[in-house]
Antibody, heavy 115, light 109 residues
Framework: QMQLQESGPGLVKASETLSLTCTVS??????????WSWIRQPPGKGLEWIGT???????YYNPSLKSRITISADTSKNQFSLKLSSVTAADTAVYHC???????WGQGTLVTVSS | YMLTQPHSVSESPGKTVTISCTRS????????VQWYQQRPGRSPTTVIY?????PSGVPDRFSGSIDTSSNSSSLTISGLKTEDEADYYC?????????FGGGTKLTVL
């Protein structure tokens, strides 16, 4: 059964770069059928798509975040990663990774941006 | 485009409820629709993908459909249980970008 797990710092200082990793178990991110995504949810609010990566390196980014995002895949570690630069308090959210379509989603990790 | 959902719905245990998701422009049939369930304090889980497919482990009480006449997708839950009380989000695509609906709070009382 495929599982996804987010990892990374829970606290990031304003203006710095948020870095998270999603580790996939029970399946390979190199399967050409799958795309892998990051989604976030500010406290008490709805879901916002951040971006998507294919193991081949193809990426799709939310236009509103595109200038600050880098998403990449590491097939040797069966992981994919998110980097979000120049963070502000508005970037405080629970960050989720997920396999596009059928899922599953990871359990999510809260990242707080401090001033 | 936008996906519009009712803010909240409520129904009694054992009954059937339908949650709608209306696409503002372009055809609802142009891109697959997914539905996610998010119980309080939990991460979202997929209950419907590719318009009407259920992931393994999701009971057949959950079904999805699209209606081109109303340009909407619907999630129907039959035989409601108290454990179905959650937020439900629809999601589709605009080119390769994800688009989410605002979410619907389902209360089972």
């Amino acid at each position: 059964q495929m599982q996804l797990q987010e990892s990374g710092p829970g606290l990031v200082k304003a203006s710095e770069t948020l870095s998270l990793t999603c580790t996939v178990s029970g399946g390979s991110i190199s399967n050409s059928r799958y795309f892998w995504s990051w989604i976030r949810q500010p406290p008490g609010k709805g879901l916002e798509w951040i971006g998507t990566v294919h193991y081949s390196g193809i990426t799709y980014y939310n236009p509103s975040l595109k200038s600050r995002i880098t998403i990449s895949a590491d097939t040797s570690k069966n992981q994919f990663s998110l980097k979000l630069s120049s963070v502000t308090a508005a970037d405080t959210a629970v960050y989720h990774c997920a396999r596009q379509g059928e899922g599953p989603w990871g359990q999510g990790t809260l990242v707080t941006v401090s001033s | 485009y936008m996906l519009t959902q009712p803010h909240s719905v409520s129904e009694s245990p054992g009954k059937t409820v339908t949650i709608s998701c209306t696409r503002s422009s372009g055809s609802i049939a142009s891109n697959y629709v997914q539905w996610y369930q998010q119980r309080p304090g939990r991460s979202p889980t997929t209950v419907i993908y590719e318009d009407n497919q259920r992931p393994s482990g999701v009971p057949d009480r959950f079904s999805g459909s699209i209606d081109t006449s109303s340009n909407s997708s619907s999630l129907t839950i039959s035989g409601l249980k108290t454990e179905d009380e959650a937020d439900y989000y629809c999601q589709s695509y605009d080119s390769n970008n994800w688009v989410f609906g605002g979410g619907t709070k389902l209360t089972v009382l």
